[in-house]
């Protein structure tokens, strides 16, 4: 017999916290969970739509026979407090989480996607967010391979909303800002060509002609160490077109 649960919450809407760890408010207390009640609130709020109790199960306890992890499943929900329990709905085999429940996750990628669109207002402020969320990570301590995979897929989105902010700040020529959220990005992926051209071209609209060759000599010697490659003729010919450096 599967579990009966709760079709809703009864209190203040929860807020739930998955950057840089797992907290759950409701109200103005924090509600402590086990640690499966944590896995279990915390992958129906990383879904983007109902996921069914046999795939919740395998996600969570994937070593367990299917029938030892729907028992799981049924223990974790059953032994949340009420506030948690009230966060799953059911429809059917398909469990999710309550609508009324804020994710810090979705607030953030949403975010993203405003910032990736050229006509979002610009907002220096929210470029400082998406770096705080990428130094934090995504349930940093967590090595579950489903948070791997989201963890990866947060990261990725972070570092093109800042790439778009970057670029964008340079074309209006917001140098300071450019550098700053461009250096950002190559700081959170010291290999990402991209982020290291914008900072280049950043550094050269400011005349800055050996911060720029600094930031090439760095990204370079990165490369050759990690990858055994050199930068791509992009990068190689937008540093020496401007900056009329010799390249090794």
């Known amino acids: 017999m599967e579990v009966a649960v ?3 919450l009864s209190s203040a809407s929860p807020s739930l916290c998955l950057l840089g760890g797992f907290s759950l ?3 103005d207390r924090s509600v402590a969970l086990g640690s499966s009640g944590r896995r279990v609130l915390a992958y129906l709020a990383l879904s983007d739509k109902p996921v069914t109790r046999s795939r919740l199960a395998r ?13 799981n499943l049924r223990s974790a ?22 609508a009324a429940t804020t994710i810090d996750v979705n607030e953030l990628v949403a975010q993203c996607y405003s910032l990736l669109e050229s006509t979002s207002q610009l907002n220096w402020q929210s470029a400082r967010r998406l770096q705080e969320g990428l130094i934090v990570g995504l349930l940093p301590d967590w090595e ?6 989201e963890r990866e897929r947060l990261r990725q989105l972070h570092l093109h909303a800042l790439e778009a902010v970057a670029a964008r700040l340079l074309s209006v020529g ?8 461009s250096a950002a990005a190559l700081s959170a992926e010291p290999l990402r060509e991209s982020a290291a051209r914008l900072l280049v071209s950043a550094h ?6 050996a911060e720029a060759r600094r930031v090439y000599e760095r990204y370079r010697s990165d490369l050759v ?20 450096l010799t390249l090794s």
Not at 225 to 244: H, N
């Open 144 to 149: 579950d391979e489903w948070v791997l995979v």
């Open 225 to 244: 160490r990690e990858l055994g490659i050199q930068p791509s003729g992009r990068l190689r010919e937008l540093v020496g077109a401007k900056a009329s």
């Open 204 to 209: 050269l609209a400011a005349g800055n002609t």
């Open 25 to 27: 408010i409701v109200g």
């Open 59 to 71: 996600s969570l306890w994937p070593e367990q026979a299917d029938d030892r992890a729907r028992a």
């Open 77 to 98: 929900i059953w032994r949340m407090p009420s506030e948690g329990r009230g966060m799953v709905l059911e429809d059917g085999t398909f469990l999710s989480l309550d």
């Open 174 to 181: 917001k140098i300071a800002e450019a550098v700053h959220a």
């Open 6 to 8: 709760m079709s809703g």
